[in-house]
């Protein structure tokens, strides 16, 4: 007789035990209709498992990066602020947490890279005696990936600064705002 | 904080983030076809165990926790957007038949993705466990207690979306040639 169609299915998943899997494998090269079947059963599982796998490594340092700001928001919200991150991170007191003010030292030629609506402003740029350039940028807090990414993308490495403003309204709820809207206003 | 043990835990959460973060980003991604909503939802995930750490006896505990997780979260992020999506897939699908290409390896990817498209039109129930199985890798007694079924009832679940995607990919098929 017969086995079901759901056995064989659970078979070829290796969840068939003894006795029952010997009799299914003995069935099955006898059986035209069920080697048919568990044949079908077969190919779907193949296809699904020959998929290739997202790429993961990209998502994977995306995601831990965004795990270790979420800390850091955390951490400072508590006390705790641990210097685990290897950026230096510069906590004012009160915090806001309605925007993130970027400075970093920069060649002009970066500027350029600030993708067009990403969220990101330029508020000011500056020029050092010393010959360093000056950036400030804000951007809102969804957009801190984005702002990572930028400056992962910008091929500098020298000093990055983050900053949560040292005074701003504590905006719990509502959109996301820029932090001294009347400086960076025609200057993008 | 990363690479520090936690009391009662002898291992970092550093170290069950390399371990598990590629099944829990797969389940994420093979429920919900989208490669930035993996993303948000495994953040949320990890956000989560890191708010329990201490809790878990072993690594394969968290895993299993965690799958737990991503399955709930990714699911409900399917349910909520699933009416809008349909509309949009259906103009993709109808679009990508227009400018396929010759080359090989686009067929190929282009295979993949309706594949994936075929996988993402299982109903929810079908779809969780044919995912939990093949991607995550779990025993149907596993998957029982992740979804909160039998085991007899994985077994059928599991041979149903197996016949509806073969069903759904064959249509495709018709469809593409
Ligand atoms: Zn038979």
Redesign the interface.
């Known amino acids: 007789m017969c086995p079901d169609?759901?056995?064989l299915?659970?078979y070829l998943?290796g969840?068939v035990e003894e006795p029952f899997k010997s009799k299914i494998a003995e069935h099955v090269k006898e059986c035209v209709k069920c080697s048919a079947k568990l044949e079908?059963?077969h190919?779907?599982?193949s296809?699904?498992?020959e998929?290739?796998?997202?790429e993961?490594i990209e998502?994977?340092e995306?995601?831990?990066r965004?795990?270790?700001i979420?800390?850091v928001a955390d951490?400072y919200f508590f006390g705790r602020l641990?210097s685990?991150w290897k950026r230096k991170v510069v906590l004012p007191l009160p915090i806001a947490i309605a925007a993130i003010v970027l400075f970093f030292f920069v060649g002009v030629f970066l500027i350029s890279n600030i993708p067009g609506n990403s969220g990101i402003h330029m508020m000011r740029i500056r020029t050092e005696p010393s010959g360093v350039t000056e950036v400030q940028v804000t951007a809102p807090i969804e957009d801190l990936e984005q702002l990572l990414k930028f400056i992962d993308n910008s091929n500098f490495k020298k000093e990055v600064i983050i900053k949560l403003p040292a005074q701003s309204q504590f905006l719990m709820f509502g959109e996301p705002a820029i932090v001294k809207e009347a400086e960076f206003s025609g200057v993008r | 904080m990363l690479h520090r043990k936690k009391k009662n835990e002898n291992f970092t959460f550093n170290e069950v983030y390399e371990s598990v973060f590629p099944v829990v980003f797969k389940i994420s991604y093979r429920i919900t076809g989208d490669r930035g909503i993996a993303e948000d939802l495994c953040h949320e995930a990890f956000i989560k165990y890191f708010e329990r750490r201490g809790s878990f006896p072993s690594i394969d505990e968290v895993k299993f926790w965690l799958i737990r997780v991503i399955r709930n979260i990714s699911l409900n992020y399917e349910k909520r957007r699933a009416r809008e999506r349909l509309a949009i897939d259906r103009y993709k699908k109808v679009a990508k038949v227009e400018d396929r290409g010759e080359d090989e390896k686009l067929l190929l990817k282009e295979m993949e993705e309706a594949i994936q498209k075929a996988l993402e039109e299982l109903p929810y129930n079908l779809r969780e466990v044919l995912v939990l199985k093949e991607y995550g890798g779990l025993s149907y007694k596993e998957i029982g207690k992740v979804v909160g079924i039998s085991e007899s009832n994985v077994k059928v679940r599991i041979f149903r979306a197996r016949e509806k995607l073969s069903r759904l990919i064959k249509e495709g098929e018709l469809y593409v040639s």
């Open positions: 169609e759901e056995t299915s659970a998943d969840e079908s059963l190919r779907i599982k296809i699904l498992l998929e290739n796998d997202p993961y998502s994977m995306n995601v831990k965004r795990i270790q979420s800390m951490n641990n685990f």
